[in-house]
C-alpha cells in the first residue's frame, strides 16, 4: 500500500496536541528498537528520522496520512519518544514525561498504540511495563516483533511463541524494515482497528491541501 505522508508537528505539551479530529495510531518502543524504521517502511519515505535527531527525540511527532486519490488525510501516526532501560518502571508510570502521560491517558482519538519489541532479545521489564500501563489505561494495543529478519524461521517462531507467553492478551505480529516482511499485514491491522474510528465532524478536518 502506497500512501503520502507530512509531518506536521512535534509536541512536548498537552495544550498543543493538534484538535483530536482524526483517529490516530501510536508508536512505542525502547530505543533501539527499531521504531523509526517501521514508520518510515509503513510510510514510505524516511519521515521519521533516526531517534538522535535533535529536539524531536523527547517529544510526540505527528504524521498526517493520505491516501493517494483521496483529498483529505484519514489518520495520523504519532512517534512517541524511545524509552530507556534503566529504572524502567517509573520512567514509564509515574515519571513518564508530562506530556506523555495525558497523551496515553486521555487522548480521545487514539485508536491503537503499536508496542514495538525486538524479537532478537529477551523478554524486558521495560516492555512489560509498558503494556502493563497501556493495558490499566485500557488503550487497545497490538505488539510489533521488530527485526525479524535477524532470525531463522525456527528461532523467530520460538521468539514469537515467548512473546506470546509474557504477553498473551495482545496480537503479535512480526516485521522487518529490512526486507518489508509483515508491512502489508501490519497495514491490514491498522487499517481494521481504525476504520470504525473515522473522523467525528468533516468540517473540522485539518487542511491536507499541501500533502
Ligand atoms: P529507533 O531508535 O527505535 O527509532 O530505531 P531505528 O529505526 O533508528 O533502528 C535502530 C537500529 O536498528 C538501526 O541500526 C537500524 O538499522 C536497525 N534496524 C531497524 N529495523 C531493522 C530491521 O528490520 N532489521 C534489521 N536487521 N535491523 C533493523
Known amino acids: 500500500m502506497r500512501v503520502l505522508a507530512r509531518f506536521m508537528m512535534s509536541v512536548s505539551d498537552p495544550s498543543q496536541f493538534p484538535a483530536p479530529v482524526l483517529p490516530e495510531v501510536a508508536f512505542l518502543g525502547r ?17 521519521a528520522k533516526t531517534s538522535s535527531t535533535p529536539g524531536r527525540t ?5 504524521f498526517e496520512v493520505r491516501w493517494p486519490g483521496k483529498p483529505e488525510a484519514e489518520l495520523i501516526f504519532t512517534d512517541l519518544p524511545g524509552y530507556g532501560y534503566a529504572k524502567i518502571s517509573r520512567e514509564i508510570s509515574q515519571q513518564w514525561p508530562s506530556f506523555i502521560d495525558p497523551y496515553l491517558k486521555e487522548r480521545p482519538c487514539l ?18 511495563a509498558l503494556l502493563d500501563f497501556l493495558a490499566e489505561v485500557g488503550r487497545p494495543t497490538l505488539i510489533v516483533g521488530t527485526k525479524s529478519d535477524k532470525l531463522s524461521s525456527n528461532q523467530l517462531r520460538n521468539a514469537l511463541q515467548t512473546l506470546a507467553r509474557e504477553y498473551p492478551q495482545s496480537q503479535i505480529l512480526p ?22 474510528v473515522g ?11 499541501d500533502l
Open 175 to 196: 516485521f522487518s524494515a529490512k526486507t518489508g516482511a509483515g508491512r502489508q499485514e501490519l497495514w491490514q491491522e491498522i487499517r481494521n482497528r481504525t476504520s470504525d
Open 58 to 62: 523527547r517529544s510526540i511527532n505527528f
Open 31 to 47: 530505543s533501539n528498537v527499531g521504531k523509526s524504521s517501521v514508520i518510515n517502511s509503513l510510510l514510505g519515505s524516511k519521515i
Open 111 to 128: 485508536a491503537l498504540c503499536v508496542a514495538l519489541i525486538d524479537v532478537n532479545v529477551p523478554p524486558q521489564p521495560a516492555d512489560r
Open 199 to 209: 473522523p467525528q465532524t468533516s468540517d473540522l478536518r485539518p487542511q491536507t491541501s
